[in-house]
């Protein structure tokens, strides 16, 4: 008798048996002397999956990554999935309009928020399909031989049968459930449509913190440059004043310090920029490495103000917020679900109608050849009408009514939510507009602070102290003046975000 570790391994040998002309030699394949028996071969191709199944199994240890043939496959499917993101054009130098445009092409989340409503719309075509009656067709044929007892003898007889019918299937009414889901469905569309406007509000959003982010990495790094230059100037003057015998070598090396520190700030903001240029791509739908050209920050015209009040700023949230209108949509699937659950509590009444088309024939052992051949069918109505189910259908109708309850519930939260951040929005913006008046006020005092600290130093009425904090001093107003100026940008996209304004036409594109 076979043993189970002799059988295991007679399965092994099989997997690696040799091909020819895409079949298994099973005749070189023998156990013991002597060739499979049919219960060998059972036993051999019932285990056959294990080898599969042992690829699939869960990790052994839970102190090591697992690791799998499957790994491999994946990996490589993986690569075979069409990339759709597009390289921008190297040349030219994108504005924020045009930046948002290309986005709302390429990121895959609006993609993905379209085919979610393609989806839902297919969804609405076959809930209304419910409407319509449906008609199926099949056609049967087959022949029977059988023999037949009479009297003291069996009798062969061969019969041939051959049926085309038609089954057309309608349901008369149903006191509203159709109709429910149907209005369901068309709720779950609008939901899933200003599920598609709010992933563009995002995607929008996202692209304008990435270009305003990217901005003000480039004008820190500028900065960083104008710091730099101002430390090199500092310290040529220093040596210059150790050569002439008025200023010590203490003063020279705390100027090569400061010189020093303006150039480990530069690396930083160089890196800054590059990190800020991967999530601006990130926005975009493309690939870090791409090379992307923006318009800089000096062309850009900042405001300094907004016409704006709160209150107004809110209603406009409250009346084109797509989470918002979203929320409503939901609240009217939910009503369409309890009409739905409704109408359970009523019969249903439906008609079933079946044309047949019909062909026989027969033979009989010692008689000739019958056929028959006509239409045949019938119609029928059926009136189903649920008298007990243990409360089940009440129980469906208090579950649609609490879903209705809880997205009501979830609009107001949403409504309260809104307001908070547009009133948020609004604040900040307001701040940023005060810190970029005083940003410009401090830049241009530190510009006279430095230049008088600098020449004076020259002169031998001030310590090279006083020039480094000078130093210190405006490369922070220069660093906060770029940052103010972003910072309004950035709050003026995010107060547009918040209200909803940026999926507007007249104002989506700056």
Known sequence: MRTRANTVALAERWLKLPKVCGRTKFSSLRFAGNRLSTKGFVLLFALLPMKLLWAQTAPVTPDRPWHGAHE???????????????????????????????????????????????AQAAALGIARSELYP???????????????FLGTR???????????????????????ARRGR?????????????????AHRNVIYAVEQGYYQLLNAMGQEDAAEASLSNAKAVQQAAEERLKEGLATL??????????????????????????????????????????????????????????????????????????????????????????EARAANYPSLSVDVGPIVQSQYGLQQTLPWASSAGLAG???????????????????IAEARARVNEAEAQANVVHDQIADQVWAAY???????????????LLEASIQSYEAALE?????????????????????????DVLARTQVLGALADFAFRTGDSLQPNTRRP
């Open 250 to 339: 203490p003063d020279v090396l705390e100027a090569r310090s400061a010189t020093a520190q303006a150039e480990y700030e530069l690396q930083a903001a160089v890196g800054g920029e590059e990190i800020a240029r991967g999530n601006l791509a990130t926005a975009l739908g493309i690939s870090p490495t791409d090379v992307i050209r923006i318009q800089p920050l000096q062309e850009l015209s900042i405001p300094n103000s907004l016409g704006d009040t709160v209150e107004s700023a809110m209603n406009r949230a409250f009346a084109q917020r797509p989470d918002l209108l979203q929320q409503v949509a939901e609240i009217r699937a939910g009503n369409a679900k309890v009409k």
């Open 427 to 441: 604040s900040n913006l307001k701040t940023a507009f005060r810190q970029r008046q005083a940003a410009e006020k």
């Open 456 to 480: 004076s130093y020259k002169y031998g009425l001030r310590n090279l102290l006083d020039v480094t904090a000078a130093e210190r001093t405006l490369a922070e107003a220069r660093s906060t």
């Open 378 to 396: 019938g119609a029928q109505f059926n009136l189903k009408w649920t008298v007990f189910d243990g409360g089940a259908r009440r129980n469906r």
């Open 72 to 118: 491999v496959s994946l990996a490589r499917e993986l690569r075979q999935y069409p990339q759709t993101s597009l390289a921008p054009d190297a040349s030219k130098t994108y504005d924020l309009a045009e930046l948002v445009d290309f986005a709302e092409q390429h990121n895959p989340q609006t993609r993905a928020a379209w085919q979610n409503a393609k």
């Open 182 to 198: 149907i209005n369901a469905a068309e709720a779950d569309l609008l939901a899933a449509n200003f599920g598609f406007n709010d």
């Open 134 to 148: 449906t008609l199926a067709s099949v056609a049967v044929a087959g022949v029977e031989r059988t023999e037949a």
């Open 154 to 176: 069996f009798f062969r007889q061969t019969v041939g049968d051959f049926q085309a019918a038609l089954d057309l299937n309608y349901t008369v009414f149903d006191f509203g």
